[in-house]
């Protein structure tokens, strides 16, 4: 599918946020880890928490969702015994489910996604697991692997978190089942902390007892503890509410988007900061951001780390900032569905945008004239970047075409129809 995202000086509306994916995908674990019954409210809907769906099925859990409610019965510490698992183009499943694989004989994690997931490495958990008691056949630390477990034993365990932090999270949530004690020590460096903040909320609300140090760079986790079956509730998803809040940032707009918790403990709630010190005029208050743009934005400096999946959209409503944004310590980026650097600073050059890379930095020289736009870009299947690249298209002089725009599905299957609801002009064609 292609997206034809075509010049919108107005934006006016109210948008319910989508439910986080991020939380969905984490309370669906914590709810097939117990062997109760557990409920979620509002639980996303999107590739990736459909392929977490498919997978805890396919090892065993019960789900059933009526209207906005899921139910799930799960399996605690003995999944079903599969010799297969496809979790799509989804990187966090895969690699919360590789330690859950752990307590199967032979499980494989099959490669459909080969110019996407195919390429991500996951060595560094591989490697954890390894210390486990657990025999892992891989092509060079990434798909297809294949997990030989069965008996995963607990210890001292070591980690590499300065690709991702997910391999820990997988490790924290898996340890607390196991008969031995545990330890996990983070070796070198530790990306996206807040995220992991995330898992250990997760975890906590779902009974388990977990020690973190304060840099969260060792955990003391006792073995033997089982989930317990709960309620959970999910809240609005800043990552890809962010691109609506950039969107209304570079337009004229009145917009307003629901569902987002002042306090929530996700650190893509900073898009709130990165826009007020760009200037934009907004409010957040009673879960309600509303925005009421002007277009005229200033440039900024922020560490990417702390709101990873916002950083692109940022970068989007820079470029049409005043002055030189920087965004720095996103190394990370380079590690996702595709070269979140690289690939998507080429697709904006080729829009008219003016930035650089570094290794681990993104500098955008802003054009508060705007950009010319009127060509086809790639988004190198990555719904982030589709989201990001359709906000510089709504202020380009000539629009843009967004090849592969389908793949939005990832996260926010119905990012367009939000988009068009509050008056962007985008055209979809099969």
């Excluded at 409920?39 to 396919?58: K, L």
């Excluded at 760009?278 to 990417?304: C, R, Y």
Aim: proline share 3%; charged share 25%; glycine share 8%.
């Amino acid at each position: 599918m292609k997206a034809i995202v075509k010049p919108t000086p107005v934006l006016n509306g109210e948008i319910n946020a989508l439910s986080s994916k991020n939380y969905t995908t984490r309370y669906m674990l914590v709810a097939a880890l117990a062997e109760g019954t557990s409920t979620i409210r509002y639980p996303a809907h999107s590739e990736d928490s459909d392929a977490m769906r498919r997978c805890i099925r396919d090892l065993g859990a019960e789900l059933i969702e009526e209207g906005d409610t899921m139910t799930i019965r799960g399996f605690g510490r003995h999944p079903k015994q599969v010799s297969e698992l496809n979790v799509g183009n989804a990187g966090a499943v895969l690699r919360f489910l590789m330690s859950v694989a752990a307590f199967c004989p032979e499980l494989t994690f099959v490669n459909t996604y080969p110019d996407s997931l195919g390429k991500r490495p996951h060595d560094d958990l591989i490697t954890a697991l390894e210390q486990m008691n657990v025999r892992v056949e891989h092509s060079n630390g990434k798909l297809p692997i294949t997990i030989r477990g069965g008996q995963p034993k607990g210890g001292r365990i070591q980690v590499s978190g300065n690709v991702s932090s997910q391999f820990l999270s997988s490790l924290l949530f898996m340890t607390p089942l196991l008969d031995e004690d545990s330890e996990i020590e983070v070796l070198h460096d530790l990306k996206s902390k807040v995220v992991v903040g995330q898992t250990l909320e997760v975890i906590r609300q779902a009974g388990i007892r977990i020690e973190a140090s304060d840099d969260l760079m060792h955990y003391r986790i006792p073995g033997r503890q089982r989930y317990e079956a709960k309620e959970y509730v999910v809240q609005g998803d800043y990552p890809g509410s962010a691109a609506i809040l950039a969107a209304a940032a570079v337009t004229q707009s009145d917009v307003r988007v629901l569902r987002l918790e002042e306090e929530s403990k996700q650190g893509e709630r900073a898009v709130v900061d990165v826009l007020r010190a760009m200037n934009v005029p907004l409010t957040h208050e009673n879960g309600v951001v509303h925005i009421k743009g002007d277009g005229s934005l200033q440039a900024v400096e922020f560490d990417g780390d702390h709101f990873t999946d916002a950083v692109l959209a940022m970068v989007a409503t820079a470029v049409f900032a005043k002055g030189t944004s920087r965004f720095y310590n996103v190394e990370n980026l380079r590690y996702k569905e595709c070269d979140r650097i690289t690939d998507y600073l080429n697709e904006l050059r080729k829009a008219g945008a003016d930035v650089e890379e570094r290794q681990s930095e993104i500098i955008v020289h802003g054009k508060p004239e705007g950009v010319e736009g009127g060509v086809e870009i790639d988004a190198h299947y990555d719904h982030r970047v589709i989201m990001a690249l359709t906000v510089v298209g709504l202020r380009s002089k000539g629009g843009l075409t967004i090849k592969e725009a389908h793949h939005v599905a990832k996260s926010y299957p119905h990012y367009f129809e939000h988009l068009k609801s509050i008056g962007a002009d985008v055209q979809l064609i099969d």
